[in-house]
């Protein structure tokens, strides 16, 4: 699956919805909020940061495509990056690094949540425990 592929099927998704949607937390919780926006998607649960530019969404599958199908999500609550918790070939530390030019040992905001409900949402991938595996 290609950028042009992750965005377009994200556009559609979104745009089935009328633009937002309340997605579903991997845990059952409340869902939060997600608005889709010319470059990326806005969610109600990331506090100060709301923003997901396309660039998260297409790093996630392109690791998940590189690392065999799936990739561990990696933790940034508990974990620099780097470190075995949060390992640069994780998503979220491969977003924070590619994305976000975050280093080894740098402290990362945590994304994965909405970026993983996201993903799981669309049909993309699917969450297996710790990890996102790749539909095919």
Not at 19 to 38: C, Q, V
Not at 48 to 64: C, G, I, R, S, Y
Not at 72 to 91: C, E, V
Request: hydrophobic share 40%; proline share 5%.
């Amino acid at each position: 699956m290609n950028e042009h592929d992750v965005i377009t099927r994200l556009k559609e998704c979104f745009a089935a919805e009328g633009g937002h949607a309340f997605i579903p937390l991997i845990r059952g919780d409340k869902p939060f909020r997600a608005e889709l926006s010319e470059d990326g998607v806005y969610v109600d649960n990331l506090g100060n940061q709301p923003f997901l530019p396309w660039a998260v969404f297409v790093a996630a599958v392109e690791l998940m495509e590189k690392m065999g199908g799936r990739a561990m999500k990696g933790d940034a609550m508990r974990h620099r990056l780097g470190r075995p918790g949060l390992p640069i070939d994780s998503i979220e530390g491969h977003i924070a690094h590619t994305v976000y030019g975050k280093e080894a040992g740098d402290s990362v905001f945590r994304r994965i949540t909405p970026v993983a409900c996201i993903l799981i949402w669309a049909g993309i991938c699917y969450n297996e425990h710790g990890q996102l595996v790749l539909r095919t």
